[in-house]
């Protein structure tokens, strides 16, 4: 969780810069230009100008609800963010291992699954030797849960 703040401060910093740097120079430059009604760079910048500050409103809110998640209120024997879960799916009878993350890691390729993702959400609060039926896009799958690792155990 450490790693995804630090990654959201660096890029609120770069946004930050360009927004109160970069950006004003662009468009100074742009204006100089003459009749800013068929200004390209002038509409560009200032288009630019309005998705950074959108995007850092975004990250901004992101990173104060990540400093308001309390790791020590993750249960310890159930399934939560930071847990890694090995279930067995009981359709296809094959053992799967997901971790699950905040959205900004998740990877489903690598098994890195949000917690607001379906699979996410069925296997939340869940623990070892629960059943889940969780309603996918491709259907509904039935898993049982091996073995679980929360947060802590990693820590």
Do not use: C, W
């Not at 291992?97 to 949000?114: H, N, Q, W």
């Not at 309603?135 to 820590?155: F, N, S, W, Y």
């Amino acid at each position: 969780m450490e790693e995804l703040k630090k990654k959201l401060e660096a890029e609120i910093a770069a946004l930050d810069y360009e927004l109160r740097n970069e950006l004003p120079k662009e468009i100074l430059r742009a204006r100089a230009h003459g009749d800013l009604s068929e200004n390209a760079e002038y509409h560009a910048a200032k288009e630019r100008q309005g998705f950074v500050n959108a995007r850092l409103g975004q990250l901004q809110a992101r990173l104060r609800e990540l400093s308001m998640i309390d790791v020590s209120r993750i249960p310890r024997d159930r399934v939560g963010l930071g847990s890694s879960v090995l279930v067995l799916d009981l359709v296809k009878e094959e053992e799967i291992t997901y971790r699950l993350v905040t959205s900004e890691d998740a990877d489903v390729a690598k098994g890195l699954i949000s917690t607001s993702s379906p699979i996410g959400r069925g296997l939340l609060g869940k623990k070892v030797g629960d059943t889940v039926s969780i309603q996918i896009p491709d259907g509904k799958r039935e898993m049982e849960i091996l073995q679980l690792t929360t947060i802590h155990d990693v820590a």
